[in-house]
């Protein structure tokens, strides 16, 4: 008789957990059978990711007892959902399509996505061409989901001359405004407003200060200068874009996991056309092996079932990522909003209180981490599973020593979490046992790049899936926003502490 999820839950919290060693010791197949390579192509060159989750705790009947988990869930039927663009996010009412705009997912969103793309790529042409005057820097303004996508790939995959040099700017600080303006000629700066409501105050705010930049520096037609990217084309147009400016994306497509329609603009402004429709295709292909592979065999699918073994059932309440690969050093950030907008909830889709949900994301860049963080992380008290992520190509053209020392520093820090090393003194043991992955890419590129970010998308979806929640909306942030406007238009009391704090700022 099929299990509930909660019976199959509950059969999963029966396990007994025998140390990583052990695992080891007792399975001389586990590496074989805890990773796997995810194989890419890009032109006629092959290339590839290794997902190695044998340093979990996941075993093979765990394994099967997930795989039940994933059934009781309705996990095939959801993933369906989501290809077939139908509602997922039923709070809102809407779908989500983010991988149509790669080419995957309802024909006629895949067309209107094609399209969308098609009049993007004529702009980026004609923009690279001259068509719009001489332009050196682009300035892309836009917060959350319409900036961390595009400020981890432009610093991911634009290093090595930029075909444009991109700023992207998000905080409302003015500070960080004025730093694009030290570093962009006003005469050659075009400026990316990108905000799927057009209405985000801080977006807003930056880009009529951005418009006023420009035409204080002397530039006639300042407005002329501003692409728009968004859901919300009429709201740029009564901004004042001229429409012909504006790139739009569908509704249908969730802030956070918009880097590939065209708020994904400044990569392909930096990186040129080629590169942008790599990461598009990088992606694609994870989106066709989370559709069409099963059970533990689905990548993504299987680091949700360690994700949720050590958040779920072990109570680790953070997870942390470390890229080794300084041209990753944004991901964290990226992931944060990713998962923790995605996935911090705590109500069932069906709105009752629910078990913990997404633990926190963190992380950093290694080896930087390694001598600011790890100490925690090796003899600390938490339970923090770890992603390592590299790549087997070196990112630099510097003495191969470099690219060694960092690949084997990652490797060491896996192999050292797992293994401990036991001393009578106890300042100096190392209790060992602790989870890792290890995420290797064979070479960071425009491909292996949006397969990544893909991977953890639905890693992402597969996690709320499991946990019954809605992924997709994010009621959390308005109250703060409310709470905001109201302290801003003033006239209202708030409670003694805030009270006191705007008095202490001289607001009232
Ligand atoms: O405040 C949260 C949020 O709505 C995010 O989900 C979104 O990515 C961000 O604000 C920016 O929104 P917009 O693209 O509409 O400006």
């Not at 007792?26 to 044998?54: C, H, M, N, Q, Y």
């Not at 961390?148 to 700017?169: E, K, N, Q, S, T």
């Not at 979490?417 to 989870?435: E, F, I, Q, V």
Request: negative net charge.
């Amino acid at each position: 008789m099929a299990v509930t999820c909660n019976e199959a839950w509950e059969k999963i919290t029966l396990h007994q957990d025998p140390s990583l060693k052990e695992l080891f010791a007792d399975d001389p197949e586990r590496v074989e059978k805890l990773s796997a390579r995810l194989e890419l192509t890009r032109g006629d060159v092959a290339t590839g990711i290794l997902f190695d989750w044998s340093k979990t705790h996941l075993t093979d009947d765990l394994l099967s007892d997930f795989e039940e988990l994933a059934l009781a869930c309705g996990f095939d039927d959801m993933r369906e959902k989501l290809f077939a663009g139908e509602v997922v996010n039923p709070t809102e009412g809407r779908a989500a399509e983010h991988s149509a705009l790669r080419g995957v997912g309802k024909e006629s969103s895949v067309e209107e996505a094609d399209a969308l793309r098609e009049r993007m790529r004529l702009m980026v042409g004609a923009m690279h061409e001259g068509a719009f005057g001489e332009i050196k820097h682009l300035i892309h303004i836009g917060i959350g989901g319409s900036a961390l996508g595009p400020a981890l790939a432009v610093d991911a995959l634009a290093r090595d001359l930029p075909v444009v040099d991109v700023h992207v700017v998000s905080n409302i600080d003015g500070v960080a405004l004025e730093e694009a303006f030290e570093a962009c000629d006003p005469a050659t700066t075009f400026i990316a407003v990108a905000s799927k409501t057009f209405t985000t105050i801080e977006t807003m705010t930056n880009a009529q200060s951005a418009l006023k930049w420009l035409a204080d520096s002397g530039v006639e037609d300042s407005t002329g200068r501003v692409i728009a990217l968004t859901a919300a084309p009429e709201k740029a147009v009564e901004w004042g874009v001229d429409e012909t400016r504006i790139l739009p994306f569908a509704e249908s497509v969730g802030g956070r996991y918009s880097l590939w329609s065209s708020i994904g603009f400044p990569v392909a402004i930096a990186v040129g056309w080629e590169d942008f429709q790599a990461i598009l295709d990088g992606a694609a292909r994870v989106d066709e092996h989370f559709r069409d592979t099963d059970g533990r065999k689905n990548l993504p699918l299987r680091a949700a079932f360690a994700d949720l073994y050590y958040s779920r059932i072990k109570g680790a309440q953070t997870r942390a990522v470390f890229a080794y690969d300084e041209r990753l050093r944004l991901l964290p950030d990226y992931l944060q909003q990713l998962e923790m907008e995605s996935n911090g909830k705590s109500v069932t889709v069906e709105g009752h209180p629910t078990e913990p949900t997404a633990p926190i994301t963190w992380g950093g860049v290694g080896t930087d981490a390694q001598h600011a963080v790890f100490q925690l992380l090796h003899q600390g008290t938490h339970l923090i599973p770890v992603d390592f992520i590299a790549s087997v190509e070196a990112g630099d053209t510097l003495d191969a020593a470099h690219h060694h020392i960092l690949l084997m520093n990652c490797f060491a820090q896996g192999a050292a979490l797992m293994a401990g090393k036991s001393s009578d003194d106890p300042h100096r043991n190392y209790p060992g046992d602790r989870p890792s992955a290890t995420i290797l890419v064979d070479d960071l590129d425009a491909t292996t790049f949006g397969a990544l970010v893909a991977f953890h998308e639905h890693r992402t979806f597969a996690n709320a899936v499991l946990m019954n929640i809605n992924p997709f909306d994010q009621f959390g942030v308005e109250l703060g926003k409310e709470i905001a406007k109201k302290i801003e238009a003033g006239g209202e009391r708030f409670d003694p502490s805030t009270e006191a704090l705007l008095k202490a700022a001289g607001v009232s």
